[in-house]
Each structure stands twice: as C-alpha cells, then as structure tokens.
C-alpha cells in the first residue's frame, strides 16, 4: 500500500542504525544498539547522521528505535507506555496505556485508537488484545494502541467527559479550549500526529448496536485505498462530522476510518473476534506481517453502502425488533414494532426500503421518533443479486406490513461515532 510507506523524515533516515534488536537483551532507553552476532564497531562512534550506504551488505534492516512519549522503543519489542492529557487535567485519574509494538524490521505505523467514548468497551478489549497478540519479531513497521483514551469516562461507564463534552467532536481540539478541547489537542499532538495510517473504535450509542463496519469518507482516495485492506467487513460510506478523529486525522494527511463495533458497555465476543480478525487482514495488506498465508479473503469484494437511513418509530411503548443485526431485508419486510402497554395497541416498523440493517436499537422502551434501525441502502446492482439470491431459496418466507408507512429520515442525526 504504497500511501501507507513511513514517512521518515531524512533526518530519521540518517539515524538509521544497522540494527536488528531484541528488548530482551537492552534497555529502553539504550540508543543506538547493536543486535547479537554483529561486530561492534571499533572506536568511536561514527557521525550520527550519516547512515549506512544503501546497498550495503548489511544483514540487518535500517531502522531506528520508535519515539514516543519521550521514551524510546526497541526495534523488535512492545514497550506499555502512559499517556497524560495536557495541563494537569488527568491528575488523580488513571493514566491512558499505550502499547507501542515497534516492528524489527521498517513498515508503516498504524495507529489504533479505543475508548475516546469511556462506555465502549468491544472496541477497548478488541485494541487491547492486539496490543498483547502482535509478535514484534515478525512485525514490520510500528503498531500504537491507545485501547482506553477517555480514562475519564471509562472509570465512570460513560460515553462523556467531565464536563459532559464529547471527545469525538473535539479533535484536533485547541491548547486553551474546554476540557475536551484540551484533552484532544494534547492526544492529537503526542499520538495521533505519529500514525501513517489510524482506526478508530466505537460502537453503537444509547441503548442501540451496530454491525461491525467501517466508516470512512470514501470520496478521499487514500482513504478509501485503506479501506480495502479491511477483509469482509462491511463499509459505510459517511463523510463524518467536524470534530471527529478520523476527520480531524484525515485533514492532516493521515488515512484514518472509524470502526463501529456492536453496543455500548457490553462485551460481545462475537462481534469482538471478528473485529480482530479485520485488522490482521488490513495489516496483512500493509504488508506489516511476514507474508505466511492467513490472508485467504484478499480477492473478496468489501461490501460498501454509500446510502443509509435510520428508520424511527412512529408511536411510543415497548419496542419489540423482529430482525437481527446484518439481516438483508426487502421493502416492506417487518423490522420490528411497538406496543403500548397502556392501550395495548400495536405498530409495527417496516422497512421503507430494500437493504441490510446495519444497526439497531435493543428491545426497551421509546418515544415516538426514536431511531431504531439503521438500514443501509442497496443499490440496484446490490438488490438484483439480493433478489436472484432470496428466488433460489422460494421456501423463505417474508414477513410484509405496508399498512404503515414508517419514516425514514434524509440524515442520520441519531448517529453517533
Ligand atoms: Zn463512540
């Protein structure tokens, strides 16, 4: 992916050390280090910025230790390192763990960032667990995972910060700003602006669950490049809102989509693995693994909707779905429907279009205008092959209420990153 090439700057370049270094035999702080088996050189150090001839025969890869955080990681090791934000504000708070795998051998740095909502746990365990899983010694460029950047919220089971500002509409943020506007120009600053590329976690807001899927502003070319790496899972074309990471990254230069992962404060497993499972397919595409199979799904096409709606409900009571999460559904097909329990009267939410529900509200009580499905649209290309595909299976039966017609909205005000 060659958009995803480090950028290493030509003083980085010139610092380059033959090196090929394992954590287990330096400290951190050691620069530079000279691997097992190699001469080491013979008086005084050569001039820092004069880097090894190309060509040379050299065994081991250019590369540097990776600076973060005013600590330095090895070439070959993971290093847990802590994130403050800026002036004081996370004093008494639990401080934000970044794991940086710095790859032996140079590659991109992809940056995976969780937890800016404090009550999104999926996307937390999913960044946690490939900050553990990813094997150094076989990586290639630099894998930062920031699993739990809103502390604040996470300690609280909320989605806010202290002063119940939204930390994903406050990046880049600005030095004197609110509190969220703080946090997120001191994050945006120390991490994000280090990343050659970045996924952001998240999942459904307020008592709804969403399919894993990408969302991305496919109308920028390197985003929608970085979008192919992701496997199977399902992409969502939406330009996002001012204020958002990946908007804020993507206005910098740096590829950046979030990545929608089931509910709030729910730990799923079967949304959880397959998230992981996306991202060893995306760094596979970046070329960030030594080429050893696993990368079966290369020829799939990524399913993308560049149309969505949000389906609302019409009366208020106890919302019942009859549908499930990544369901293809037709025009017409019974999403789910209201009862009120005063009246004991019946609505039922149909779907106003043909197309696949990407989210969904968890059965509990609503008001009338809540949004309770989140359809993606098919196109009529993706539609001819959903119908060809439901005439070969004639037994299925298809649920149909037109007697009410449902609204759907023109945006997506109730949906959140
Ligand atoms: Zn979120």
Redesign the pocket.
Known sequence: MPTLLPRLSPLTQALAVATLAMASWASAQDFPVVAPGQAKPVGPEPPPLIAAPAGSQATAELITPFQLLDRFVLPGSRQALQWRPPDGLGRGELPSPIIVVHGAKPGPVLCLIAG??GD?LNGIEVARRLGQEVDATRLNGTLIVAPIVNVFGYTRISRYLPDRRDL?RSFPGTRAGSIASRMAHGFFNDIVRRCDALVDF??G?FQRSNLPQIRADLTNPEVLEFTRGMGKTLVLHSPGTRGMLRVAAVATGIPAVTFEVGAPQFLELEHIEPAIETIRVLMHRMDMFEAKGHDESAQDPVPIYFDSRWVRTNASGLLFSEVSLGQQVRLGHRLGHVIDPVTNTRTDIVAPFAGQVLGMALNQQVLAGYAAFHMGKLTSEQQAVLEAAEAANAAEVVDEDPSERPMGEPDNPDE??
């Open positions: 800016i909502h999104e994903n998240h999942t807001s959140r990153e």
